[in-house]
């Protein structure tokens, strides 16, 4: 058998996914937890809800096959006291599955099944035999992280390089796309609201050593919005060159101090055409992007990741 069932309840999405680790195959299915009109997010409370309601429905979009093992995100990051309700959900659908089938179930961080997703879909899954910078830039973080190979469970040593001191990117992203109207999550709209922009925006990242601040951004999205001169066209490309002007300034800085290894960049925001093609622009060694539907919130990576404990185990 060579199936694998990968479970990941986070803030934002709930997530399963099937990994064939002979054909190297994926089928994912997902669904949004709802979000109301107008609002910013969701509390745990009602994230915890929505996945119990929704998990069922997801699996049915799945032709599930003989399985060998679940992998299951159960904390947003490998770091102490990292923790988060809603993974609790995925945790204990993972547990009850692996008792009832006698297979064994893998637990990782939310941001391992990013970093694998990635670069599966970047077709750079060999980058785990060597050392590599990723970016895991979402709602909840705007990190940079070193990653070594490790012959441990965890597959990955992640040893954090940088981050933003305030509000995360896709916060800001979020809360500009709320402000002009948009629905939550914002960030494919507000993409496409951008591209309407004729204007040229140029930003100067706040930067404390090696970590970024985000907060002054907004501030300053609402200023221009105030104005009478500028659309909400040209308030969302102002915001995400911002973005993307941090994130190149990010990774010149960290790179400074990791010479000559590639970069990873995974997670919602790095969905973006227009931040992806700025920050290709700028790159001075080995770049990768997810696809798509493999940077927002996925199960495919912890499928990944039990495929990958499950070989060395068995």
């Not at 994130?247 to 931040?275: C, F, H, W």
């Amino acid at each position: 058998m060579s199936n694998f069932l990968g479970l990941d309840t986070s803030n934002y999405t709930t997530s399963a996914a099937i990994y064939n680790s002979e054909t190297k195959q994926i089928i994912q299915a997902k669904q949004l937890l709802p979000v109301k009109a107008g609002q910013k997010g969701l509390r745990q409370s009602d994230a915890v809800f929505h996945h119990v309601a929704q998990l069922p429905e997801v699996m049915k979009n799945l032709e599930i096959p003989e399985l060998s093992g679940i992998g299951v995100s159960v904390r947003p990051r490998n770091i102490p006291d990292s923790y988060m309700p809603c993974f609790l959900c995925g945790k204990t659908s993972a547990e009850l599955l692996g008792q009832c089938l006698h297979i064994p179930v893998y637990e990782t961080s939310h941001q391992i099944g990013h970093i694998l997703a990635a670069l599966y879909s970047a077709n750079k899954l060999k980058w785990l035999e060597r050392e590599f910078l990723a970016f895991h830039v979402s709602g909840g973080t705007t990190d940079c992280v070193f990653c070594q190979p490790v012959q441990s469970s965890e597959k990955l040593k992640i040893t954090p390089v940088s981050g933003s001191l305030d509000l995360k990117a896709g916060q800001l992203i979020d809360r500009t796309g709320i402000m002009l109207g948009l629905t939550f999550p914002c960030g494919a709209e507000l993409e496409k609201l951008a591209m309407q922009s004729k204007k040229i925006f140029h930003y100067k990242p706040v930067m404390k050593n090696l970590d970024c601040c985000l907060s002054g951004i907004e501030n300053q999205c609402s200023a221009l919005w105030q104005k009478e001169n500028d659309s909400a066209c040209d308030v969302a490309l102002f915001c995400l060159t911002a973005v993307a002007e941090v994130l190149k300034e990010m990774t010149k800085r960290a790179s400074e101090n990791y010479a000559n290894i590639p970069v990873l960049y995974a997670g919602g925001v790095m969905a973006d055409q227009y931040i992806q093609h700025e920050l290709q622009k700028s790159a001075e060694t080995e770049t990768a992007f997810a696809e798509v539907e493999f940077s927002c919130d996925n199960a495919a990576g912890t499928a990944i990741y039990a495929a990958l404990c499950h070989a060395e185990c068995y």
